[in-house]
Structure formats: structure tokens, C-alpha cells
């Protein structure tokens, strides 16, 4: 199936995924310029009338920048939106997204009919992040757009299911829009996932050690300092299975090798409900992906780099094709 206009026209395939507390207005807006998706959660927008504020300011400014510069416009961006209970925001923001008719509206922790048919009324798409084949099924039933397979590896909310196990079983039966997540960090893996079936990579933890991202400066640098085993995977923090940094468990005083089951009944996504130490401001988020960050730089030259790496692959790709067929 094609891909809707304007997310055909991406400088690379990528969607940047969102980060509570990380994403904002500045991160977006670069990802956007650079020419990938940019997004945000809704939730990082705090009181609640401040969501409308950024997305006025991301609205204008991307238009701004379009009108400047016709022959490299911006990309599309998302807005996140958590649609589980504990969210007692959702039906404001979702007001506040059609007022601004978001392009892209990302949905996790549950998948509302009415919601995705409101979306694609004002001419956006709904890409529904899953942790397996059973909840693509449903996602798609209720009328999302695409899906995002979160496999194994991936930073926050992950699933445990190898990428290829979850593409090989979606693309099934599934021929509309996907976006791979699972410590994608470097444009050989951008090519990876769409060698697997998907449209897009999704990647989050290589944004953290951005310029432009909301994270202190010990958060950018653990980033840039760690590497997969550093990773731990635990349901403490917001009684969901996440992965996070093991360098801040610690800080916050536990052992990162024997935490407790979190209780899914104190889910609060915006702070963190287990413990006193909180998901995503003090236990930091990341991927296992991050060892293919090496410094803290701009948006612009992180895109730069996963464009050279990327085509990089393609040609070594290509050579290998090559000398397969001769």
C-alpha cells in the first residue's frame, strides 16, 4: 500500500518517536526541518493548556520554515497520545489536535474506534504502537491507520518478541503503513528494518543525546556512555515492562538486578506510580541500541550521520547483490 502524502516524501524513512519529558517543541520542530517525523506526547505538555501553545508554535514554524525554503520542506509531525484510563487528559487533547489537525496521531495503551475515526476525519493517520500479533489485529480492527511493532530492545514500554518474528507474522497480513521500534540508532539498521517489511524505523533513545532534547545533562551523557547491557527491563517503574538505564537505578539507590514487579494498578505515565523515585525523570528510558551513540550533537548532524550510514548500507548492500549474481 502506499504511503499518504506528505509521509512519502521524508528525507529518511524514520519516525522519531516520543519521549516523555525529553520531547518538546525544540526537539520536534529540528527532527521536522532535518526531514523526519518529529513527535511529542501530549502528557509532556504541562497544565494542559500548554499543548495547544506547542502546537501553535511547531504549526507555525514549520510553515515558516516551508515558505522559506520550497525546494527542502519540513516533514510531518506526531502527537502522542495514551489512551488508557489513567489519562484523564485524552479527550482535551484530542479537542486540541483536530483543532490543529495533527498529521500523525500515535496511539498507545489501548485502541479507540472513535478515536481513529475522528482523526482520519480531519485527514490524519493513526499509528498504533503493539507488542505482538494479537494487539496489531485488534489495533487494526478499530480502524488504525498503521502500526508500530514494539520488539525487543526497544526504549520504554517494549515488548519482547524479536523484530523479525513480529514483521514476518504483520506483513501476514497486513500491507498498510509500519514502523519498526528496536535499538535503531544507525542508518544500517534504518535499512534493516525496511529489508524486514517496514515502512519506517522508529527511533527514540538516539534523540536523548540531542542538543535540542529536554534531558539534563547526566541523561544525555549515560546515553552516550552506554551501551545494550546497560539496559534493564523492569515493570517497577510504572507497572508496564520498560527498559531503562541501569546507571540511574542505581542513582536512585535500588539494585537493578532484583526489582520487584510493579503494580499495574498505579500506573500514572506522566510521573510514575511505584515508587517514589519516577518514570522518566529520575529512572531514564533508553533502548539497548545506544551504543551507536557517540556524542551529543544537534538534531541536524544526527540526521546527517544516519543519512551517510544509511547510504552507506545501500551501496555495500548492493556490491554484495552484485557479487552474489556474478
Avoid at 95 to 100: I, L, N, P, S, T
Avoid at 150 to 179: N, T
Amino acid at each position: 500500500m502506499p504511503l499518504p502524502a506528505p509521509f512519502d516524501r521524508l528525507r529518511l524513512p524514520v519516525i522519531g518517536s516520543p519521549l516523555f519529558i525529553v520531547s518538546g517543541p525544540e526537539l520536534v520542530i529540528a527532527q521536522c526541518k532535518a526531514g523526519i517525523v518529529g513527535s511529542f506526547p501530549s502528557l509532556n505538555a504541562r497544565p494542559s493548556g500548554v499543548f495547544d501553545e506547542w502546537l501553535h508554535q511547531i504549526t507555525e514554524e514549520l510553515a515558516a520554515h516551508n515558505r522559506d525554503n520550497p525546494d527542502r520542506p519540513a516533514a510531518p509531525f506526531a502527537v502522542n497520545q495514551i489512551v488508557h484510563k489513567s489519562n484523564n487528559r485524552l479527550e482535551e487533547d484530542m479537542a486540541v489536535c483536530e483543532k490543529w489537525q495533527v498529521p500523525m496521531v500515535i496511539t498507545s495503551l489501548g485502541a479507540r474506534e472513535d478515536l481513529n475515526l475522528a482523526v482520519r476525519g480531519w485527514g490524519g493517520i493513526v499509528m498504533h504502537d503493539v507488542i505482538n500479533d494479537r494487539f496489531a489485529r485488534k489495533a487494526i480492527e478499530k480502524g488504525a491507520s498503521g502500526l508500530i511493532p514494539v520488539a525487543a530492545g526497544a526504549g520504554g514500554h517494549a515488548g519482547v518478541l524479536s523484530p523479525f518474528a513480529m514483521m514476518q507474522e504483520i506483513r501476514a497480513w497486513f500491507d498498510g503503513p509500519v514502523a519498526l521500534s528496536g535499538s535503531i540508532a544507525c542508518g544500517h539498521s534504518v535499512l534493516a528494518a525496511q529489508a524486514m517489511g517496514a515502512d519506517f524505523a522508529y527511533i527514540g533513545s538516539a534523540w536523548i543525546a540531542t542538543k535540542e532534547a529536554n534531558a539534563q545533562q547526566g541523561y544525555k551523557d549515560a546515553i552516550v556512555e552506554g551501551q545494550a547491557s546497560d539496559i534493564v527491563y523492569s515493570s517497577l517503574f510504572t507497572g508496564v515492562h520498560g527498559n531503562y538505564l541501569r546507571p540511574s537505578i542505581v542513582a536512585a539507590g535500588m539494585d537493578p538486578d532484583n526489582l520487584p514487579e510493579g503494580d499495574v494498578t498505579a500506573m500514572n505515565f506522566g510521573s510514575g506510580g511505584n515508587t517514589e523515585a519516577k518514570a522518566w525523570k529520575d529512572i531514564w528510558g533508553s533502548g539497548q541500541g545506544i551504543g551507536a551513540v557517540k556524542a551529543v550533537e544537534s538534531v541536524a548532524d544526527r540526521v546527517d550521520r544516519l543519512e551517510a550510514e544509511y547510504n552507506t548500507a545501500r551501496t555495500e548492500l548492493a556490491a554484495k547483490a552484485g557479487m552474489a549474481l556474478a
